[in-house]
């Protein structure tokens, strides 16, 4: 996954926080990512892949 994507917030009920390497994520939380979009496809394959589900891709 590297140079894939970049983790920034996660939301866990009324909290909103950046990630770090301690971050403990789990089942129901949400993660914003930066994607690197010329490896879009593979992006989602791996997210796919690992039990992520994905609201949205959206370029900006």
Known sequence: ?????????FHHNETIAPVSNQT???SGDQVTFLV???RK???????RGNGW???????T
């Not at 996954?1 to 917030?9: A, G, I």
């Not at 496809?41 to 997210?47: G, Q, S």
Request: net charge neutral.
């Open 36 to 38: 690197n979009l010329r």
């Open 1 to 9: 996954m590297k140079n894939l994507t970049l983790p920034l917030t």
């Open 53 to 59: 589900k994905s609201n949205d891709f959206s370029p």
């Open 24 to 26: 403990k994520i789990k």
């Open 41 to 47: 496809e593979e992006a989602e394959e791996w997210f």
